[in-house]
């Protein structure tokens, strides 16, 4: 029964004696032209038999060599697998038996590569793993293989597929559970379809092949600990369990997750350059709320910064409603203490410096107002460096 579940039923099964499992494949007989030895004129049939009965059917005058090359090439997964296809828009088989329903196709054809077309028998539905069934898969006659489209699969499925040299991970988006994943054989990915391996899914997860073996009980313990203290820095793990790294270096081991989830905004540049003249340039930015308020119950504060000078004057606000005021009351005083006039007013992109009110007042008085690109503080860090 195993091996029929593995390679798919004979012919002569009767399913009504022990009906079929929905992921079972069908027991396809593969047919292989021997072109390898010249005294080879027929075509062998590989089924399930033993391997003596393809022995009888090979002439005496094989080698060793030559009877495994022959043998090795009638393999009957070759057409039972999946292969994973960047270019492909649907996901396609050459079987009707894969499918659990099946139906006409809007689709009556399909165009290769070489701008060859072929034709649509139909559509229908296929259960691949437990996380992983297709819909609309065509059924196309004239293809040799059966191909995983990963354009479909990640719209209907909302996951995303992750490549590494010798496999690929599907992990669904919001849980970001494995719900599946491929193995590399040659120049392409198969879709795996056992159950997934430990000990492969966390080579691809947690460490790089090159740099450390997974296998190895030591390497194992460390890995196993450094997800359970939540991923911390394995200079830290070995400063906690340095019996565990006494031949083994902590620079040895990276880990793909901490390298995403820790890693920053690439930093910019510091811009050295300054306004010429006081009040030339002046920052705005308000902060808050605090925890605790004031004795006048005030919960935030507004800075106004000099660009020339990085003098800074700060004033406490109950709400961020006042901001206009007390811009208007700032401007006022720069223009009767100081004698000058502000030119340019920087900001982030705030409800309270992008209104109606504030926009007449700087119009009135000829002030430009320069409000940075969104999600994008750094460009307003002079005031920014200053409130922390």
């Not at 995303?160 to 193995?183: A, E, H």
């Not at 159950?195 to 009980?217: D, I």
């Not at 401007?331 to 030119?343: C, G, L, P, R």
Request: glycine letters at 4%; aromatic letters at 12%.
């Amino acid at each position: 029964m195993k091996c029929y579940e593995l390679i798919g039923y004979p012919e002569w099964w009767d399913p009504a004696k022990a009906p079929r499992k929905r992921n079972s494949k069908p027991n396809t007989h593969a047919l292989v032209t021997v072109a390898e030895h010249p005294s080879i004129k027929t075509m062998i049939s590989l089924t399930t038999k033993k391997e003596s009965v393809v022995k009888h059917q090979l002439p005496s005058t094989l080698t060793k060599e030559e009877y495994g090359k022959v043998f090795h090439t009638s393999t009957l997964s070759s057409r039972n697998e999946w292969i994973i296809d960047f270019g492909a828009t649907n996901h396609m088989t050459f079987d009707k038996l894969w499918l659990q329903s099946f139906k006409p196709s809007e689709q009556y054809i399909i165009s290769s590569a070489n701008g060859t077309s072929s034709s649509v028998n139909g559509e229908g539905s296929v259960i691949l793993t437990e996380n992983i069934s297709l819909d609309s898969v065509l059924v196309v006659p004239t293809l040799n293989y059966n191909l995983l489209s990963v354009a479909q699969i990640t719209l209907a499925l909302q996951c995303i597929v992750i490549f590494w040299p010798n496999l690929c991970v599907f992990k669904d988006i919001q849980t970001w559970k494995t719900i599946g994943y491929g193995t590399r054989r040659g120049k392409l990915y198969y879709l795996d379809l056992t159950p997934a391996s430990y000990h492969q899914l966390a080579q691809a997860f947690s460490m790089n092949k090159s740099t450390a073996n997974f296998e190895s009980p030591a390497n194992s313990e460390i890995w196993l600990w450094h997800k359970r203290i939540g991923h911390s820095s394995f200079g830290y793990l070995k400063k906690l369990m340095s019996k565990l790294f006494v031949q083994l270096p902590d620079t040895k081991f990276k880990c793909d997750v901490c390298e995403l989830a820790k890693s920053h905004r690439v930093p910019f540049q510091n811009n050295m350059n300054k306004s010429p003249a006081p009040f030339m340039v002046v920052h705005l930015d308000v902060w808050g709320p605090a925890n605790t308020c004031s004795l006048n119950g005030k919960r935030w504060f507004i800075s106004f910064i000099d660009d020339h000078t990085r003098m800074t004057w700060i004033c406490l606000m109950k709400c961020k409603s006042e901001v206009s005021s007390l811009f208007k009351q700032f401007h006022n005083m720069v223009a009767t203490q100081y004698s000058s006039a502000i030119q340019v007013l920087r900001s982030d992109n705030g409800g309270e410096f992008v209104n109606q009110e504030l926009k007449q007042y700087l119009i009135n008085h000829e002030i430009v107002h320069q409000t940075t690109y969104p999600y994008t503080p750094q460009q307003n860090g002079v005031a920014k460096c200053k409130n922390r």
